[in-house]
């Protein structure tokens, strides 16, 4: 079945950017998330991209698709503590359920 | 809108013991969906009911059942819980038909099984 991972833990300094990465085995994936997650609540959409785009930006977040690699990234700029959570990667195609990565864990230290 | 509520928000059941997990969202999505979270291993699908009166199995279905009982609810529950099936569940709630097909996720139910 489809596989997603990512790296369990980054850590980053306050105003520097992050790079989290994910990579995944379904070449038919259609779309591919980003999603946050904050301590003891539910999980919320930061970004997506759809498979025929190579990037996306959208504010200090930007995605980077490399699709012959099956590589997915997320650089968050300007990093800030509020930036401290999980994210999980997560792919999928319009209508169908979605695959998560194990979510790598962002601590943004002052 | 409240988006996607669950209730409740934690249980703590002694093994054998049967419970229901209760989700209802109000944006009046086909898709709804049930995930278990356990750590280090992101998401992990139960079932998931593509629109009202469907309903099919997901990555991990053993030991849960589920009931679409409108547009808007969408319970699982749990006959004979096991230890194993301590962990944080999420409901969630898609649009199919919207770009990006985005899963609106509700704050989930701690789960304790002793």
Same mark, same amino acid.
């Given at each position: ?14 105003g ?8 995944y085995?379904d ?5 591919l ?6 301590p &003891? ?39 800030q503590? &509020? ?8 792919? &999928? ?7 998560? &990565?194990?979510?790598t864990?962002v601590?943004?230290?002052? | 809108n ?5 209730t ?20 009046n ?6 995930y278990?979270?356990? #750590? ?15 309903t ?26 096991? #230890? ?9 709630s898609s ?18 099984v002793?």
């Open positions: 079945g489809e596989d997603v991972e990512q790296s369990l833990f980054l850590s980053v300094r306050e520097d950017s992050s790079v989290i990465n994910c990579t085995t070449s038919s994936s259609t779309y998330y980003w999603y946050k997650q904050e &003891g609540a539910g999980l919320q959409l930061l970004t997506y991209i759809f498979s025929n785009m190579d990037m996306k930006q959208d504010q200090r977040l930007t995605v980077l698709l490399n699709k012959k690699d099956k590589h997915l990234s997320l650089r968050i700029a300007d990093t503590t &509020g930036d401290s959570a999980i994210y999980f990667c997560a792919t &999928g195609a319009a209508g169908n359920k979605l695959t998560f &990565g194990g979510g864990r601590l943004v230290k002052p | 409240a988006g996607v509520t669950q409740p928000k934690f249980q703590v059941l002694k093994t054998g013991q049967s419970m229901t997990l209760q989700c209802a969202q109000d944006m999505h086909n898709s709804m969906y049930w278990r979270q356990d #750590p280090g291993m992101g998401l992990r699908l139960i079932y998931y009911s593509a629109s009202e009166g469907t099919d199995k997901g990555e991990v279905p053993n030991g849960y059942n589920v009931s679409r009982l409108n547009k808007r609810e969408f319970s699982l529950r749990l006959e004979s819980a096991a #230890p194993s099936q301590t962990s944080v569940y999420f409901c969630a649009d199919s038909t919207s770009g990006g097909d985005e899963q609106f996720f509700g704050p989930g139910t701690r789960l304790t002793l």
